[in-house]
């Protein structure tokens, strides 16, 4: 190892201590800090991230990268350090633009933001959010101005989340599945399945958290190197792959939300638990790709756990678990967490109407990025696109446009990368098939681990040392297409449904 190169991890390390400092303050934040605690947490948060952010652009680590990304030095590297100065690189120079007062402000007023989104959705009334929400809008305008003065702005943010991913791209990807969702959803809501009221009770939450933990038992989630907490918004966050936590929220009259959410942040928190831990600490050490990430949750929840046979091995232990399950068949069960119903909350949706919730969230944000409406008048454009998609009208801004936290932490371009997520499911299910064989075969013999060791393999190890479309290459050979995720959806829900589609 080059001389250059130990000096680089030694000051990476010193990095990762403000790093660890800040991601277990933003932990506490959401799960155990009280109210009247929270604004000495925010103020920690933004001094520690600032620290940290004078330590991204110091020229200390400039000239340590200069003479890595010199020819004579780059060659001695191996190809994962090679992929981590390049983008250490790259992220310096997109970083250093930014004025230091100006990123502390942007951390101080998403800890502002975040908490109003709460109390905002609490209470049901947006104007509680809207400043924050303007604030927020301006300062990421700004940052953009710093680091992406030459790109369209919602392109740069959307290039943030899912880096090569352009919106003339999502544009095409988006219409395809648009065209093909809208006459599939009709024909499956006219053969509506009748609710059933046996799920209708109520589930103690420290009932359901046990739940929780048989089922991140049964997917390959690792406790040696995890944790769980509640939140009022699901998440996974991680410090390293030796440290990964996700969170849940328990509702006493719904046990099903739980119980998919469980799944969900569980896919999270295996990928980033299965990273290469040599690549830990370092810029690829955690997959910053959120599409790519967001197919991995969404495999766990829906490409198998809506599928009935992931059930068959576990069922009778969700009975034990939930006794009020034992008047419900696993068909009845099967049947349920698979009802396709337009409905106002995203992450209730089910796996076929989620993708419009996405595709509104899309077109929202670029009606703020790029035809400037005013916050004020957002409620109004999003029960307008909710009615146009969905057919239905929220009847108040909690279940409604302040359902998602995102934008209260300034994650503009984030939501298209969910429907991407799925997007590649559908590629990865006809892969795994491929190599593995039948999927309902494997599920229903309890053999998950076989695929939860096959994603290992092609995907979780790489954190981000590859490009969404290069893992997506390397693992099913061809370019991104929605068209498997369609076949999947004809082939499920016209047996389910009994139709033709």
Same mark, same amino acid.
């Given at each position: 190892m080059?001389?250059n190169?130990?000096?680089?991890?030694?000051y990476?390390e010193n990095?990762?201590?403000f790093?660890?400092v800040?991601?277990?303050?933003?932990?506490?934040?959401?799960?155990?800090?009280?109210?009247?605690?929270?604004?000495?947490?925010?103020?920690?948060?933004a001094y520690?991230?600032?620290e940290?952010f004078?330590m991204s652009?110091?020229?200390?680590l400039?000239?340590?990268? =200069?003479?890595?990304?010199?020819?004579?030095?780059?060659?001695?590297?191996?190809?994962?350090?090679?992929?981590?100065?390049k983008?250490?690189?790259?992220?310096?120079?997109?970083?250093?633009k930014?004025?230091?007062?100006?990123?502390? =402000?942007?951390?101080?007023?998403?800890?502002d933001?975040?908490r109003?989104w709460?109390?905002?959705?609490?209470?049901?009334?947006?104007?509680?959010?809207?400043?924050?929400?303007?604030?927020?809008?301006?300062?990421?305008?700004?940052?953009?101005?710093?680091t992406?003065?030459?790109?369209?702005?919602?392109? /740069?943010l959307?290039?943030?989340?899912?880096?090569?991913?352009d919106?003339?791209?999502?544009?095409?990807i988006?219409?395809?599945?648009k065209?093909?969702l809208?006459p599939?959803?009709?024909?499956?809501t006219? /053969?509506?399945l009748?609710k +059933?009221?046996?799920?209708?009770?109520f589930?103690?939450p420290?009932?359901q958290?046990?739940?929780?933990?048989?089922l991140?038992?049964?997917?390959?989630?690792?406790?040696?190197?995890?944790?769980?907490?509640?939140? =009022?918004h699901?998440?996974?966050?991680?410090?390293?792959?030796?440290?990964?936590?996700?969170t +849940?929220?328990?509702?006493?009259d719904?046990a099903i939300?739980?119980?998919?959410s469980?799944?969900? =942040?569980g896919g999270h928190?295996?990928?980033?638990q299965?990273?290469?831990?040599?690549?830990?600490?370092?810029v690829?050490g955690?997959?910053?790709?959120?599409?790519?990430?967001e197919?991995q949750?969404?495999?766990?929840e829906? &490409?198998?756990?809506?599928?009935?046979n992931?059930?068959?091995?576990i069922y009778?232990?969700?009975?034990?678990?939930?006794?009020d399950?034992?008047?419900?068949?696993l068909?009845?069960?099967?049947?349920e &967490? +698979?009802?396709?119903?337009?409905?106002?909350?995203?992450v209730? /949706?089910?796996?076929?109407?989620?993708?419009q919730?996405?595709?509104?969230?899309?077109?929202m944000e670029?009606?703020?990025?790029?035809?400037?409406v005013?916050?004020?008048?957002l409620?109004?454009?999003?029960?307008?696109?909710?009615?146009?998609?969905?057919q239905?009208t929220?009847e108040n801004?909690a279940?409604?446009?302040?359902?998602d936290?995102?934008w209260?932490?300034?994650s503009?371009?984030y939501?298209p990368?969910?429907?991407?997520?799925?997007?590649?499911?559908?590629?990865?299910?006809?892969?795994?098939?491929?190599?593995?064989?039948?999927?309902?075969?494997?599920?229903k013999e309890?053999?998950i681990?076989?695929?939860?060791h096959?994603?290992n393999?092609k995907?979780?190890?790489?954190?981000?040392?590859?490009?969404?479309?290069?893992?997506?290459?390397?693992?099913?050979?061809?370019?991104?297409?929605?068209?498997?995720l369609?076949?999947y959806?004809?082939?499920k829900y016209?047996?389910?449904?009994?139709?033709?589609?």
């Open positions: 080059s001389q190169l130990k000096k680089l991890q030694n990476m990095m990762n201590r790093s660890h800040v991601t277990l303050l933003q932990w506490d934040m959401y799960t155990g800090v009280p109210k009247e605690g929270y604004d000495k947490h925010a103020d920690a948060v520690f991230s600032t940290q004078k652009v110091d020229p200390k400039k000239e340590l990268l =200069e003479i890595l990304n010199t020819k004579e030095e780059y060659e001695k590297l191996n190809e994962d350090w090679k992929f981590i100065v983008k250490m690189k790259r992220d310096f120079d997109r970083n250093e930014i004025p230091q007062e100006v990123y502390e =402000e942007y951390v101080r007023a998403l800890s933001s975040q109003a709460e109390e905002a959705k609490n209470a049901s009334d947006f104007n509680l959010f809207a400043p924050h929400l303007k604030k927020i809008i301006e300062l990421v305008k700004k940052l953009v101005s710093y992406d003065p030459e790109k369209e702005i919602y392109d /740069a959307l290039n943030q989340y899912e880096e090569g991913m919106s003339k791209t999502i544009d095409r988006f219409d395809n599945l065209e093909e809208i599939m959803i009709q024909k499956i006219a /053969a509506e009748p +059933n009221s046996k799920f209708e009770g589930y103690d420290d009932t958290e046990k739940v929780q933990k048989m991140l038992d049964y997917i390959g989630f690792r406790w040696s190197r995890g944790a769980v907490g509640r939140t =009022e699901p998440f996974t966050l991680n410090f390293t792959s030796k440290d990964v936590r996700v +849940n929220h328990f509702y006493e719904n939300s739980a119980i998919f469980a799944i969900h =942040e928190g295996i990928f980033e299965n990273v290469k831990e040599e690549l830990d600490g370092t690829a955690s997959c910053c790709y959120m599409g790519i990430h197919s949750s969404r495999f766990y829906n &490409i198998m756990g809506r599928n009935i992931f059930w068959v091995p009778e232990k969700l009975q034990n678990l939930l006794p399950f034992k008047e419900i068949s068909e009845e069960f099967y049947r &967490i +698979n009802r396709v119903e337009n409905s106002l909350i995203r209730e /949706a089910d796996e076929v109407t989620y993708c919730h996405i595709i509104l969230r899309y077109e670029k009606a703020i990025f790029r035809d400037n005013a916050v004020e008048e409620p109004k454009l999003w029960n307008e696109k909710m009615q146009e998609y969905l239905i929220p801004d279940c409604g446009i302040l359902q936290m995102h209260s932490g300034g503009f371009g939501f990368t969910y429907l991407l997520g799925s997007i590649y499911d559908g590629m990865l299910l006809e892969q795994i098939e491929e190599e593995l064989g039948s999927l309902d075969i494997i599920l309890g053999r681990l076989e695929v939860t096959w994603l393999e995907i979780h190890q790489y954190g981000s040392s590859r490009l969404p479309k290069d893992t997506l290459y390397a693992v099913c050979k061809k370019e991104v297409t929605a068209e498997p369609i076949r959806f004809k082939k016209s047996k389910l449904y009994g139709i033709q589609l």
